[in-house]
C-alpha cells in the first residue's frame, strides 16, 4: 500500500502521519483551546511544578550521584593520562544522563495521577485554563527541572576534568622532563604535552577500507589479494524469493554463481632467506629414517635440487554469506562443497559453482547476502576486475548490487565493487607482518579535505596487536610502515614513514603536506615485525582537520541529553494521562526502549526468519513447518512495525564521540531535534485529547 502512494508521500510517510495527528489534534478537534491558549498561564503551570520538585528534593539526587562519579573515576585503571580522562568523562555524562532521565520518568509519570488522586485538579480546571496549557505547561515544568539538573552535572564535568587535567598533565610533564618514560611512548606523551588532554578534534573518516597483496595503481582495476585462504572479496546480491521460487511451486529454478577471477603465480608464501641458507647448507634427514650405518655423506639432502613443494591448481572456495556475515547457504551445497579451480589466467572465462536445491532454498531465506571467494592455493594470488562476480538463475544474469561508494572517474558504477579482506580476528581484519610481501590496508580518502598544520597533515592510528609465532618476541615494538599515494596524474606511493603503535593506544603522527596536493589519495598501511598481527577497520586510521574548544562540545553533548529528556517528559505526561503511575512507568520505559530492542535483535527479525526457525526445529510434516513459519512470520513483521512508530533513543548519542575526544557533530543534533519532533509533538498532542475527553472534575 505504501508502494503506491506518491514518492514525496512514500519518503516521508512518519512525518506526514505525526503533521497529520498534530493538525487533526489542534486545529479540528481543540481549535477552540487553541485560539484560548496564553503561554503566560503554561508558563505558570510550569512554574508551579517546577517549585514542587523542588520541595520534593529532587535535587538531592545530584548531591549523591557527584561523589559516586568521584569515586568511581578514582577506582579506575587507565592505560594513560588520556585514557584516564575520557574515561572520567564518560562516567560524568552517562551519570548526568541517568539521573535526568530517571527523574524525568518518576517526576512526569506520577504528578497528573497524583493531582487527579488528591483532587488538585480541581482547582486548576475551575480556572481559566484550558486542557492544552496544562498539558504544556507540566511538560515545560519537567523540561525545567531536567535543565536543572543537567546545568549542575555539566558545571561539575567541566570543572571537575579540569581538575584532573591539570593536575595528570603536570605529572605527565614531570616524566617527560625526567625521562622517566619509555622511548616508543615517548612521541605520545609528548602529544599530550602540547595538545592537552581535554581534547575536541574533528576527523576525517576514510570512504572506504581495503586489504590487498599489491600496491594499487592509479586507476588500476585489478587488485590483488593472497591465496592460502589469507585473501579473500565480497560482492554485496539482492534477490527477492520471487525469482527462486515461481508462483506455486516448491521446486526452485537452477541457480549458479558465474566468477570472475585471474591469477599470477607467486612465491610469496617462501622465504627467499631460508631458501639461500637451505642451498648453502644442507641438512641431514632426521634420525629416526636414516640407515644406522650410513655415513654423514650419505644422508645429505641437496634442497637446491629438491621439488619445494607440490603445485596446487589456482582453486578458489565460495561462500554465501547474510548481511551480519554468518554463513546462510552451507558450503556443502555451493558446487557439491568442492573448490573452484579458475579455467583463465586473465579472468575472461568464468568458474561456474551450481548451487543444489537445498542451497537455493537457503539462499532464499534473505533477500540480501554477499557472495565471498577466497584464494586457496600459497603460489598464487588473486586478482578481481570491477565485476568479478554475475549469479546465474535459470539462464538469466544477475549482477551485484549498486555501489555506494563514489563513482569513479569517467562515469558512473552500475554494480558494486569487490571488497577486499584479510582474515578476521577478534576485533577487525588481520594484517600479518613480515620483512617479505605482506597484506597492505588501503584507506580511501575521497573529496577530503586536509588541513596542514606548520606544513604537516595530523593523523591518528589506533591498532589492536597480537603477537604470536616463532618470529614474535613479546619486548621487540611493532613497526608500522605507512606511505601515501595522491591521486595526480603520474603521482607515485611517497617514501614510507614509520610508526611504532602499542595495542589499543592512539598513536599520533604527521605527514608532509607536500604529499597530498588534491583532495583524494590513498594511505597504506602494512606491518613489517614478524610475528606481529595488526587489527584493522575502517576506523583504524583519521585525519584531523580541526580543533574544537572542549567546553563547547561539553555543552553540545548536554543539549542532546536535555532533548532526550524533553522526550522522555513528553511520553511520561502521555502515558500518565489514561494509565495509573505505576503502568505509565512501565509502558515509558517500553516506549522509550522499543525501538532500540528490535534493533538489538537484529537479524533474527529479519525476513525468511519463519523458514529458518522451521528448518531448526527440524518439522518434517510441510503443514507443521509452513504453520510455524507463517507464524514467525507475522510476529517478526508486528515486531518491526510496533518499532517503526517508537521513537529511536540511539539518535540521541551524546557519549561516545566526547568519549573519544571527537567534536560532537552538528548532525547528532539534527537527528536528534527531528526525534523530538516526529514523536515528541503527536504525543503532546494526543496527550492534550486524552486529557480533554478525560473526566477529573466534576
Not at 561539575?156 to 605529572?171: A, D, K, N, P, S
Not at 576527523?203 to 577500507?209: G, V
Not at 543534533?669 to 504525543?683: E, T, W, Y
Amino acid at each position: 500500500m505504501v508502494a503506491t502512494l506518491p514518492s514525496i508521500v512514500a519518503d516521508y510517510l512518519p512525518w506526514w502521519v505525526a503533521g497529520a495527528i498534530v493538525a487533526l489534534g489542534l486545529l479540528v478537534y481543540g481549535l477552540r483551546d487553541v485560539l484560548r491558549f496564553s503561554l503566560r498561564r503554561a508558563w505558570a503551570i510550569s512554574s508551579v511544578c517546577f517549585a514542587e520538585s523542588i520541595r520534593r528534593r529532587v535535587w538531592l539526587i545530584v548531591l549523591v550521584a557527584i561523589p559516586a562519579v568521584v569515586v568511581v573515576s578514582q577506582l579506575q585503571h587507565p592505560v594513560d593520562e588520556q585514557d584516564a580522562i575520557r574515561q572520567t568523562t564518560k562516567f560524568c555524562l552517562f551519570t548526568a544522563g541517568l539521573v535526568v532521565t530517571i527523574t524525568a520518568i518518576i517526576l512526569a509519570c506520577t504528578n497528573l495521577p497524583k493531582e487527579i488522586e488528591n483532587r488538585v485538579i480541581f482547582t486548576i480546571v475551575t480556572k481559566p485554563t484550558t486542557r492544552l496549557e496544562i498539558v504544556l505547561g507540566k511538560v515545560m515544568g519537567f523540561a525545567r527541572v531536567s535543565l536543572a539538573i543537567l546545568l549542575v552535572m555539566g558545571l561539575f564535568t567541566y570543572g571537575y576534568l579540569r581538575v584532573r587535567e591539570v593536575l595528570l598533565r603536570g605529572w605527565l610533564i614531570t616524566r617527560l622532563d625526567n625521562n622517566m618514560v619509555d622511548p616508543l611512548t615517548r612521541p605520545t606523551y609528548e602529544h599530550y604535552r602540547q595538545a592537552g588532554l581535554l581534547a575536541s578534534r574533528v576527523y576525517e573518516q576514510a570512504d572506504d577500507m581495503q586489504v590487498y597483496s599489491r600496491l594499487p595503481g592509479v586507476g588500476d582495476e585489478r587488485h590483488f589479494m593472497f591465496g592460502s585462504g589469507e585473501g579473500m572479496f565480497l560482492v554485496p546480491f539482492g534477490v527477492e524469493r520471487e525469482r527462486l521460487f515461481p508462483e506455486n511451486s516448491e521446486q526452485p529454478v537452477p541457480t549458479a554463481l558465474m566468477i570472475f577471477a585471474g591469477f599470477e603465480e607467486s612465491d610469496y608464501a617462501k622465504d627467499p632467506e631460508q631458501e639461500k641458507a637451505r642451498q648453502a647448507n644442507p641438512t641431514t634427514l632426521p634420525w629416526l629414517i636414516q640407515n644406522p650405518d650410513a655415513t654423514a655423506e650419505q644422508v645429505k639432502v641437496d634442497f637446491g635440487s629438491r621439488k619445494r613443494l607440490k603445485k596446487m591448481a589456482p582453486e578458489v572456495s565460495v561462500e554465501i554469506l547474510d548481511i551480519n556475515m554468518n554463513t546462510l547457504v552451507e558450503p556443502r551445497y555451493i558446487n557439491e562443497g568442492q573448490p573452484l579451480t579458475l579455467p583463465d589466467r586473465t579472468g575472461q572465462q568464468p568458474a561456474i559453482a551450481p548451487l543444489s536445491p537445498e542451497g537455493v532454498a537457503q539462499l532464499a531465506r534473505s533477500p540480501l547476502f554477499y557472495v565471498q571467494v577466497i584464494g586457496n592455493s600459497p603460489q598464487h594470488e588473486y586478482f578481481a576486475a570491477s565485476l568479478p562476480i554475475l549469479l546465474n538463475i535459470n539462464g538469466q544474469r544477475m549482477g551485484p548490487l549498486g555501489d555506494p561508494r563514489p563513482a569513479a572517474a569517467g562515469g558512473e558504477r552500475r554494480h558494486a565493487l569487490p571488497s577486499f579482506r584479510t582474515r578476521m580476528s577478534r576485533s577487525g581484519q588481520q594484517l600479518r607482518g613480515g620483512t617479505r610481501q605482506v597484506p597492505i590496508a588501503v584507506y580511501k580518502f575521497r573529496d577530503a579535505q586536509a588541513t596542514a598544520v606548520k606544513d604537516k597533515i595530523p593523523f591518528e592510528m589506533r591498532l589492536e596487536i597480537e603477537r604470536g609465532g616463532e618470529a614474535s618476541t613479546e619486548d621487540q615494538p611493532t613497526q608500522v610502515e605507512v606511505s601515501v599515494l595522491d591521486h595526480t596524474p603520474g603521482a607515485k606511493p611517497s617514501q614510507p614513514f614509520m610508526v611504532y603503535p602499542e595495542t589499543n593506544r592512539t598513536a599520533y603522527f604527521d605527514l608532509p603536506a607536500s604529499l597530498v596536493s588534491s583532495k583524494d589519495f590513498d594511505v597504506f598501511i602494512r606491518c613489517l615485525t614478524p610475528g606481529h598481527y595488526l587489527s584493522v577497520q575502517s576506523r583504524s586510521l583519521q585525519m584531523v582537520t580541526a580543533d574544537e574548544g572542549f567546553a563547547f562540545n561539553l555543552f553540545k553533548s548536554l543539549l542532546i541529553l536535555w532533548l532526550l529528556a524533553v522526550l522522555v517528559v513528553t511520553v511520561s505526561v502521555f502515558c500518565s494521562t489514561f494509565l495509573s503511575w505505576p503502568i505509565a512507568i512501565v509502558l515509558t520505559v517500553l516506549i522509550l526502549l522499543g525501538h532500540w530492542g528490535v534493533n538489538q535483535l537484529g537479524d533474527a527479525l529479519a525476513p525468511g526468519i519463519g523458514n529458518l526457525v522451521a528448518t531448526d526445529f527440524g518439522f518434517r510434516s510441510p503443514e507443521t513447518a509452513k504453520t510455524v513459519s507463517t507464524t514467525v512470520e507475522a510476529l517478526s513483521k508486528l515486531l518491526n512495525t510496533v518499532s517503526m512508530v517508537l521513537p529511536d533513543i540511539s539518535r540521541f548519542s551524546a557519549l561516545e564521540d566526547i568519549e573519544r575526544g571527537v567534536a560532537v557533530p552538528m548532525v547528532r543534533i539534527r537527528d536528534s531535534l527531528a526525534v523530538l519532533a516526529l514523536f515528541g509533538l503527536p504525543m503532546l498532542v494526543l496527550s492534550y485529547v486524552f486529557l480533554r475527553n478525560k473526566e477529573v472534575a466534576p
